[in-house]
């Protein structure tokens, strides 16, 4: 079946580094997302990866896709207070064109 | 650009009332549009799938009369939530897929709540 999974909470000091941890699985996916959501809003797209690549790199993100554990990780270099949101991990599904399936999402949440 | 609007951002309606949502690509056309709906601090599920000049599909488990789905043109789908009850309560939001690209472009949601 479809199932996409995160931890529900991680705590980072104000300027380390945030990892965001994510497995999923269904071995077909075309492509892996991760999305922001601020409190109240929708969602923007951050990042996403090609099921074919193992890192993807965005000025402080970082994302790495371990396709034989179907792991997915986000990294965000030299977190800021406007980093706190909760981030969702999504993948597509090759047999339905453009369905997005999506995780529980990671609460961020920055420490002074 | 690829921006997604929603109106209205938040609806207070009563009990056995319908309201309308709407779903506009402002700077694209979508050929496909996805209406998730996201009960506080969960994730979003998706509801349905809407086609432009076809039928909307549907998840298992959405009720197709309670939620009505129209996606009249490349730009417009609407989301009817029929008789509502206090348990509709929730954020809906849509998305919209520019024709021949894998990404999915978000609204800003719209917030139900039923009295």
């Known amino acids: 079946g479809e199932d996409v999974e995160q931890s529900l909470f991680l705590s980072v000091r104000e300027g380390d580094s945030s990892v965001i941890n994510c497995t999923y699985t269904d071995s077909s996916s075309t492509y892996l997302y991760w999305y922001k959501q601020e409190p109240g809003a929708g969602l923007q797209l951050l990042t996403y990866i090609f099921s074919n690549m193992d890192m993807k790199q965005d000025q402080r993100l970082t994302v790495l896709l371990n396709k034989k554990d179907k792991h997915l990780s986000l990294r965000i270099a030299d977190t800021q207070t406007g980093d706190s949101a909760i981030y969702f991990c999504?993948?597509?599904?090759?047999?339905?064109?453009?369905?997005?399936?999506f995780g529980s999402g990671t609460r961020l949440s920055i420490r002074p | 650009g690829a921006v997604v609007s929603q109106h209205p951002s938040w609806v207070i309606c009563k009990s056995g009332t319908s309201v309308k949502i709407e779903c506009r690509s402002l700077?694209?056309?979508?050929?496909?549009m996805f209406w998730y709906r996201q009960f506080p601090k969960q994730s979003l599920m998706l509801m349905a799938t809407?086609?432009?000049?076809?039928?909307?599909?549907?998840e298992q488990g959405v009720e197709k009369d309670k939620f009505l789905i129209n996606h009249a043109s490349l730009t417009l789908s609407t989301l009817t939530v029929t008789s509502a009850h206090p348990e509709d309560s929730s954020f809906y939001i849509c998305?919209?897929?520019?024709?021949?690209?894998?990404?999915?472009?978000f609204g800003p949601g719209t917030r139900l709540t039923v009295t």
């Open positions: 700077d694209f056309q979508a050929t496909t």
């Open positions: 998305s919209a897929g520019d024709r021949g690209a894998h990404e999915q472009y």
């Open positions: 809407s086609n432009e000049g076809s039928k909307a599909t549907y």
């Open positions: 999504a993948e597509s599904i090759r047999s339905s064109a453009s369905k997005i399936i």
